[in-house]
């Protein structure tokens, strides 16, 4: 199906989470900021491995969750990003493909491994990620597939692309080529780190109308516009986007788009396992709902119905039947 | 530690676990035995990973298993097996080493990849094995350390190592190492459909008096001895080795030693999620008791709440404290 019509495209850093369970003392050890993503290179990337515990190898990366998400929810989805020529990026094609994601990027022909991402989780629930960003980081204008990204309503770009320079650069050209054809552009923000590393480049993004539709949890729309409290941050940000999308944990999500806001809770977990993914799956839930058309507090229900799922479970990306679930819940 | 006593030394195929949930109409599709393990080769592997769903990758291998569990019950352990100089091969290392357990296999200089098993996992929490046995069947008697084998108390061996050659003849030379040093040799006869592959081997190992102490199933046992019932099977294998351990899944475990005999329960599990590694973690609790010198039906209640644990979740490495389980459930 080379030429269909796609629902949402994803770009992201493609990468094999690498999943551990540890605790609060190995993290003080280690110096690590709970709840937070690094960027470590190869050598900090074989220290901090040696001295984790055994690992679960599950395909992850932010916007790769995303597609998977949507796939699940019966949207049609594609992904682009780098994978290396070795078993982590075979992994990583399999667990795309075999979703029915439209996955085209070619293999990356430099010996660069596949990118990893080590995950600890702690007893609470909490994910702490040190990523290596390999091959992911060479994701260059030229491995993008133009007509690909004009066949998509949606493009959706993860904040966290904005890292590295080369995928930069793409994530760029995307924008320029979705909105030049008339397409739409989402854009998560992915962490309130990330916000604070790149301040300046996600406002100009946003002030450029660039971006049609911003999804941000509470921390990370704090970060972005220097607001004292969320509601603040939420006004302030609502005025500069089409639509904007916060999550909040625990205490739900809400959506506005021009006068109109919508609202609603999180969905109830019966045991919060490995928060890994619950952004990117409410970014899935609710883009899948954009694209059938339905109303924005729907949207905000499928979101949160599948960060539900995933927090349930190691792992970022869904193993219960997405589309039963909403159909169950939702209707 | 190079030269410290091992309470285990665990010889088995190194195989990374490739798991994904499936249904019953794939296997039918598929023509695949539920429940069975099979080998295949890499062309079958591709083509078999090709069509199976997203996978999660978890170090596994029998013998491995065992030997995390051992290890997560306080026992000194020991692994050999092959894996290749690739990104499972160090998943594999890793996660064996960072138990603690000793694994000083060299690596493989030749291109084949490490083993990894296809691992269909169906709504029944049953398991159905496809495994790729790559650089694991190239574990030579050269790769086999004699003064490591002299070092441990009881050298435990799975069944499916029968299978390729060259294992088959460093595991006969393990144990002849054991049997000459006064140590004990464990066995596992994997699998009824290994036993049906190599049951004159088999008994040739058990009528040559090789074995100290041997793990099976209802299912192998009855398959090895040909009696007609489990009774009838036990009975009889009992009378031809020094310890005879035999699981029976939902219906607990019984060991036998000369004119002595427990049995125990299994252990209540809230859902049996996925089986694979019953066997394996049920060996692991019950050699850790023995090393611990602990009575017959206290090994086999080690034995059982080791493997409740492991079908509890995905993945046939136990996930929680299994000596505080053990603690509370048996002091």
């Known amino acids: 199906m080379p030429d269909r019509r796609l629902d949402v495209l994803c770009i992201g850093n493609a990468i094999v989470d690498v999943i551990a369970a540890t605790d609060d003392a190995f993290l003080a050890a280690e110096g690590l900021d709970k709840g937070s993503m690094r960027l470590i290179d190869a050598d900090e990337a074989t220290r901090l491995y040696g001295r984790m515990g055994p690992g679960r190898e599950i395909s992850g990366g932010s ?18 990003g780098q994978v290396a020529d070795d078993q982590l990026g075979e992994v990583y094609r399999h667990d795309i493909t075999s979703l029915g994601i439209e996955f085209t990027t070619p293999v990356l022909r430099e010996s660069v491994p596949t990118a990893r991402c080590l995950v600890l989780v702690t007893p609470d629930a909490q994910r702490t990620m040190n990523t290596f960003l390999g091959a992911a980081q060479h994701l260059t204008v030229d491995a993008l597939d133009e007509a690909q990204v004009r066949r998509a ?23 320029d080529v979705a909105r030049e054809a008339g397409n739409k552009v989402a854009f998560t923000l992915s962490d309130s780190f990330c916000v604070d590393r790149h301040r ?10 660039r971006l049609d539709i911003l999804f941000a949890n509470e921390a990370e729309i704090v970060s972005l516009t220097g607001e004292a409290d969320f509601e603040a941050a939420v006004a302030s940000a609502a ?6 999308v916060v999550t909040r944990h625990e205490h739900g999500a809400v959506a506005v788009a021009g006068d109109e806001r919508a609202q609603v809770p999180a969905e109830p977990v019966a045991e919060v396992v490995d928060t890994t993914g619950a952004g990117d799956l409410f970014a899935a839930g609710f883009l899948a709902g954009l694209s059938q058309g339905r109303p924005l507090r729907d949207c905000l229900r ?30």
């Open 239 to 244: 005025k500069r986007v089409p639509l904007l």
């Open 153 to 175: 309503g949606i493009v959706y770009l993860e904040g966290y692309l904005w890292d590295p320079e080369a995928p930069r650069a793409a994530m760029e050209r995307a924008i």
């Open 63 to 80: 916007a790769g969750n995303t597609a998977a998400g949507l796939a699940m929810l019966g949207a049609a989805a594609g992904f682009v």
């Open 302 to 331: 499928m979101g949160a119905i599948a960060a539900a799922e995933v927090i349930s479970h190691y792992g970022a990306r869904p193993e219960a039947d997405l589309k039963a679930l909403v159909a169950e819940k939702l209707g």
């Open 200 to 209: 300046d480049g996600f406002n100009a993004l946003i002030d450029g109308g």
